[in-house]
């Protein structure tokens, strides 16, 4: 549910001008998200939103500049030092790992909060990741790639 919240605040501020928390509460209320101004709080901090200014002294809500917004270099370690290899297959990436290692591996990758990410189900060796859609699969599985290097 958090993905999915994450997933629609991103949009919601891409798409309009939102000034203010209690503005976002009410768009993800229309969206059909029941979300109080705690919830909104904390999902603004998790995805580093910013305000910026813009004419007539309005600040809106921005997302980062960066494309990819900084992690912990834990996760980035157990990412690198767990992963195998990873496939698409539509919706689902199949990420194999080192024995053992999936559960970090999933958890690292649940914890970086990709809106696109819905979740992870890990064996030992194993992780199943569902995204919300084929196109979003791809751009995930490249994502992966690319902090493995």
Same mark, same amino acid.
């Given at each position: 549910? #958090?993905?999915?919240?994450?997933? %629609? ?5 891409? *798409? ?5 928390? +209690?503005?976002?509460? +009410?768009?993800? +209320? ?19 939103l910013?305000?910026? &200014? ?7 809500y ?17 990412? #690198? ?9 539509? *919706?689902?990436?199949?990420? %194999? ?17 990709? &809106? ?18 084929a196109?979003? $699969? ?7 790639? %690319?902090?493995? $290097?």
């Open positions: 549910m #958090k993905a999915r919240r994450h997933h %629609k605040i991103l949009e919601l501020i891409q *798409n309009f001008r939102i000034e203010t928390q +209690e503005e976002l509460a +009410e768009k993800l +209320e229309q969206a059909g998200f029941a979300v109080t101004q705690a919830t909104v709080s904390r999902d603004i901090r998790e995805l580093r910013t305000k910026t &200014p813009h004419a007539g002294g309005k600040q809106y921005q997302i980062p500049a960066a494309a990819e917004q900084p992690m912990d270099d834990k996760y980035r370690r157990v990412l #690198k030092d767990g992963f195998v290899s990873a496939t698409a297959a539509g *919706n689902l990436l199949v990420l %194999k790992t080192v024995s053992g290692m999936a559960m970090a591996v999933a958890a690292a990758i649940d914890a970086i909060s990709w &809106p696109e990410v819905l979740g992870c189900i890990a064996g030992d060796d194993t992780i199943f990741c569902a995204v919300h859609s196109k979003e $699969g791809e751009a995930v599985l490249q994502k992966l790639l %690319k902090m493995v $290097g």
